[in-house]
């Protein structure tokens, strides 16, 4: 049974630049959830979607956006990069009715 | 608003010592949910555990313990016999219950090195 999987890896982007983070879910679960962790800190909360809706929100500018498709994997857009950007971005998928969240390997970006 | 503090910024021992990561909260429901992840350097985050806010019991998992007081707000990690395999970065984290909501707010981490 595969866990949550995320693409790209890694990704350079330049400042001004638009990047798309992709993620699937583990099999069975319909939340995702992104976290942005900059290093040497703890991960901090973007936004959930569940039901292709975006459910909760944290204090991310609208240059954050993102996506869920029928089949629950996700999409995280992020425009107009800044510097600040640069993190390692994880997304993370809890089953129905549970609390768990259970997170992928994240993609690391940098923005030059 | 939730918080969690992680006071132990990092953490050396030497293998087979015990060692306690440390873990305070705060929040202002009554109900909510407690956790423990483990970040090695491959970045992906391990579910450890999870602990409701009504169930106070300890928990043990081979050399793993958990103690959870809601008296002190506090929810630390015990590794028993520590390995070189666990050295990481911990982090603990809190899920308040409202809704359908599952925001996890994160402590900074507690970078843990074992030394052989």
């Known amino acids: 049974d595969a866990g949550v999987t995320q693409s790209p890896t890694h990704l350079i982007k330049t400042r001004g630049q638009q990047v798309t983070l992709r993620c699937s879910p583990k099999s069975g679960h319909d939340t995702v959830s992104w976290y942005q962790q900059a290093l040497g800190q703890g991960p901090q909360f973007i936004f959930q979607?569940?039901?292709?809706?975006?459910?909760q929100r944290g204090n991310f500018p609208d240059r954050f956006s993102g996506h869920q498709f029928p089949n629950y994997s996700s999409e995280l857009n992020v425009n107009a990069l800044l510097l600040g950007d640069s993190a390692l971005y994880l997304c993370?998928?809890?089953?129905?009715?549970?609390?768990?969240?259970?997170f992928g390997p994240g993609t690391r970006l940098l923005v030059l | 608003a939730q918080k969690v503090t992680q006071a132990q910024t990092e953490i050396s021992v030497v293998e087979k010592e015990d060692v306690t990561l440390d873990c305070v909260y705060e929040t202002r429901d009554t109900t909510y949910y407690l956790f423990w992840y483990k970040q090695p350097p491959s970045g992906e985050l391990v579910f450890l555990i999870r602990?409701?806010?009504?169930?106070?019991q300890n928990e043990i998992s081979g050399r793993y313990s958990w103690n959870f007081q809601k008296s002190t707000s506090s929810f630390n990690f015990t590794i028993t016999a520590s390995q070189v395999v666990d050295s990481a970065v911990y982090f603990c984290?809190?899920?308040?219950?409202?809704?359908?909501?599952?925001?996890?707010?994160f402590g900074s981490g507690t970078q843990l090195t074992v030394l052989p």
């Open positions: 979607y569940y039901e292709e809706e975006e459910r």
């Open positions: 993370a998928s809890s089953p129905p009715a549970v609390k768990t969240q259970y």
């Open positions: 602990r409701n806010s009504f169930d106070e």
């Open positions: 984290a809190l899920s308040e219950n409202r809704g359908s909501a599952r925001q996890l707010t």
